[in-house]
């Protein structure tokens, strides 16, 4: 029996220890889980791929306990310490349901401002002042009550002007029944009004301003996902057009010259080989432009497709945004010519001046029909945009997706693009741009940033 007592008294110390023991482990992994979820959460944050949750807004429910400063005229009415108790009963009702309606409206603008939250506040004043007049005591409470509701309701510039004679209000009525002492019921009054509306406004303004930086935020990623489409749509489309042209030349030459067909490949490895870089360079967002080696790279380009290049340059020495962009206007026109415009003569001009440059690609091909105004052809696409004579200078020469990208960069840079056919007949693309590119260093604009910093104009890849 003994044996038997002592072995189950064993067994139980046993489990207790194994539970014990259980127990500590599960805490131990339990922390560790906790600071392991606080730490991914934490990194999660500073990568921005957690959005700070503030909560939900605040709303009139943050304001309700503050109605148990009622609780002692309410026992008053129930002990029958109140005169004519049916009045004092209707005017609790009454002062509850105002305030209940007027806070619960208060915490959105257009609610707030509405008439008939103003003539509800009117209407708890006015409950608020005949009860505290004709009872005193506890009743005098609702005044603190009435200011909390003031300051919920009238912020900004009308505060003060409210508040200030609703407390001499408040101690006026207080003095005829406690004299001195209802200097305390106005010192509450005006605290509970003035410290209602100061919370609520810096909650407002700091919920404001939360929203405004996701949205500055959410802007910034939209921008700058616009300037990398486009970077990438202009080194692609340009890179691939030389390609095509260089493996056409070579492929015609195979029979007759093996020599310049060799010559014609090492060209494609070496444009393959400037393509990637540059493609990785505008990844990491560091890319710059030179108009001279996008002028070179042009001329190849439009030899190896059997076009005739005339290049022609002078004026001053242009900043290295201007260049830039004109580097792009090159690359893009170039494209086009060697895509679209069955020409075999391209004529590059640029002519820079004391305050302007301006840059003229115009080739003697088919040219694009105008129908009513200028037209332009896609880059990319082949696609004419014809009606653009009555758009400003930001819209006009809008076509395919790189010059209507070009257009957004030049107007953002205080330039302007105009395409259309040429004087000669073909097609012709005039870009207009400040010389000092001081201009297009200014802030504020996803194109005016991407023209801005050196990785928004990349080289052409056609040499």
């Not at 500073?46 to 605040?58: F, K, M, Q, S």
């Not at 010259?257 to 090492?266: K, M, P, T, V």
């Not at 590119?437 to 194109?447: D, F, K, L, Q, T």
Request: aromatic content about 4%.
């Amino acid at each position: 029996m003994r044996k038997s007592w002592s072995r189950r008294v064993a067994v139980r110390a046993a489990g207790i220890r194994q539970a014990v023991r259980d127990t500590r482990e599960a805490q131990r992994y339990g922390k560790a889980n906790r600071r392991r979820l606080r730490t991914e959460w934490a990194a999660a944050r500073e990568a921005g791929d957690v959005p700070e949750t503030p909560g939900p807004p605040p709303n009139g429910c943050s304001l309700l306990p503050w109605l148990l400063m009622g609780l002692g005229s309410l026992s008053n009415l129930l002990r029958g310490k109140t005169p004519a108790p049916w009045i004092g009963a209707l005017g609790l009702l009454a002062i509850t349901s105002l305030y209940v309606y007027v806070v619960f409206r208060a915490f959105h603008r257009r609610t707030r401002e509405a008439t008939s939250t103003r003539v509800a506040l009117l209407l708890l004043g006015l409950a608020t002042t005949g009860l505290g007049l004709g009872y005193g005591g506890n009743w005098l409470l609702f005044f603190p009550l009435l200011g909390l509701a003031v300051g919920a309701t009238v912020r900004g510039r009308r505060l003060g002007a409210t508040g200030i004679p609703l407390a001499v209000l408040a101690g006026a009525v207080s003095a005829v029944h406690n004299g001195w002492s209802g200097f305390n019921v106005a010192y509450a009054t005006l605290l509970s009004t003035m410290v209602t509306a100061a919370i609520l406004s810096l909650s407002e303004a700091v919920r404001e301003l939360r929203a405004a930086r996701e949205e500055l935020a959410r802007r910034a990623v939209e921008e700058e996902r616009l300037r990398f489409s486009r970077d990438l749509h202009d080194l692609l489309g340009h890179t691939l057009s030389v390609i095509v042209v260089k493996s056409e030349a070579a492929r015609r030459l195979a029979d007759r010259d093996l020599q310049a067909a060799l010559e014609q490949i090492s060209d494609i490895e070496s444009v393959g080989r400037q393509a990637l870089t540059e493609i990785r360079e505008a990844v990491t967002g560091y890319r710059e432009g030179c108009l001279s080696t996008e002028l070179d790279r042009a001329r190849s380009a439009l030899t190896a497709a059997g076009i005739e290049p005339v290049v022609r340059r002078s004026g001053p020495p242009l900043a290295p945004q201007t260049e830039a962009l004109l580097g792009w206007v090159v690359r893009e026109a170039v494209t086009n010519a060697v895509r679209h415009s069955g020409a075999d003569r391209c004529e590059i001009t640029v002519a820079g001046g004391s305050e302007r440059v301006r840059l003229t690609v115009a080739d003697n091909g088919r040219g694009v029909p105008d129908t009513g105004g200028r037209a332009t052809p896609g880059a990319g696409d082949g696609g004419p945009a014809p009606g653009t004579a009555g758009r400003p200078a930001a819209a006009r020469g809008v076509g395919g997706t790189g010059l209507k990208g070009l257009t957004e960069r030049l107007a953002a840079a205080g330039g302007s693009l105009r395409t259309g056919p040429a004087p000669r007949g073909g097609f012709m693309v005039t870009a207009e741009l400040p010389t000092d590119g001081e201009v297009a260093a200014s802030p504020g604009s996803g194109a005016a940033a991407g023209a801005a910093r050196p990785a928004a104009v990349p080289a052409a890849a056609a040499s």
